[in-house]
């Protein structure tokens, strides 16, 4: 499990890197920033630091922090309900982020996954978004996300957020908000 020091020492990191993007955030935003390591208690390769601005049942609007490598594993928001699922719209802040999601494989990926992590990763159609660039993500959607050698700042912009109903490929991730 994280500790409630790397939680806090992940908030601060987090705080500098949206600074340095020139994205201001009050303290409430920076007291309840979600650290999300996916149950799989490894921050440094699977993780997501998360602002939320707003989420409501017509919109919602983040932040996402990663760190140097750090990877948002691969998942989907899938209908339920009435609902359709989560349409969401990527924007690049700052460094560099490689997004995957279905079409052709790409040959030489710049993402590095753990030999024994890689049968989660499916898709490996490779979008690289740097500042200014944005690309948008379908409900029902594989796709899985890892910063560059900088880290990235990314802004979502989302229909309806609802975490934990978020299907994950890897059966080993729990989606519990910490911290």
């Known amino acids: 499990m994280t500790s409630k020091e790397e939680i806090e020492e992940a908030r601060k990191r987090a ?47 983040k932040e996402l922090v990663l760190f140097p490598r750090q990877t948002c594993p691969e998942h989907r928001h899938p209908p339920f309900n009435d609902y359709p699922g989560k349409q969401e719209t990527f924007r690049c802040r700052y460094g560099e ?21 890689k049968k989660y990763f499916t898709v490996w159609h490779e979008i690289t978004l740097r500042p200014g660039m944005q690309y948008t993500i379908p409900p029902n959607t594989l796709h899985w996300f890892q910063a560059g050698e900088e880290g990235a700042v990314v802004s979502e912009f989302s229909s309806m957020s609802v975490d934990e109903k978020d299907v994950f490929t890897d059966p080993n991730i729990i989606r519990v908000k910490k911290g």
């Open 15 to 61: 705080f500098e890197m949206l600074k340095r993007a020139g994205i201001v955030i009050t303290e409430e935003e920076k007291r309840n920033m979600e650290i999300a390591d996916f149950g799989l208690n490894d921050l440094a390769k699977f993780g997501l630091e998360i602002v939320v601005y707003v989420n409501n049942e017509r919109y919602c609007a």
């Open 97 to 117: 982020v490689y997004l995957y999601v279905p079409g052709e494989p790409t040959k030489n990926p710049r993402a590095i996954i753990p030999e024994e992590k």
